[in-house]
Nanobody
Framework: VQLVESGGGLVQAVGSLRLSCAASGRSISNNNMCWLRQAPGKEREFVAGINRSGGGTYYADSVKGRFTISRDNAKNTVYLQMNSLKPEDTAVYYC?????????????????WGQGTQVTVSS
């Protein structure tokens, strides 16, 4: 499966962006999915996860209440709605398959990374 992220860009603080992760090659409807991010000079970190049906979602404390992960299995796409953005949200955002439990935050469970999309939040 190939994952392609899109929707990143430059936005002012408190603004919003919606990221998309489109899958091709096969259906991802049987996969848990996740979003991660990596800021310059920092390790990649878990942002949000979603189970196969979309009924279970999980968030890092730093984004809880501001970001919403969702999926449309008919479109083979996962989304990340980001509201109330802060400069510290600036990073490259990646989506990935999660081969572990839907709530897993272990990077060893994540694979088939996309190329990432840059999100820059100005103050």
């Amino acid at each position: 499966v190939q994952l392609v992220e899109s929707g990143g860009g430059l936005v002012q603080a408190v603004g919003s962006l919606r990221l998309s992760c489109a899958a091709s090659g096969r259906s991802i409807s049987n996969n848990n999915m996740c979003w991660l991010r990596q800021a310059p000079g920092k390790e990649r970190e878990f942002v949000a996860g979603i189970n196969r049906s979309g009924g279970g979602t999980y968030y890092a404390d730093s984004v809880k209440g501001r970001f919403t992960i969702s999926r449309d299995n008919a479109k083979n796409t996962v989304y990340l709605q980001m509201n109330s953005l802060k400069p510290e949200d600036t990073a490259v955002y990646y989506c990935a398959l999660n081969s572990g439990y839907s709530w897993s935050r272990r990077e060893s469970d994540f694979g088939s990374w996309g190329q990432g999309t840059q999100v820059t939040v100005s103050s």
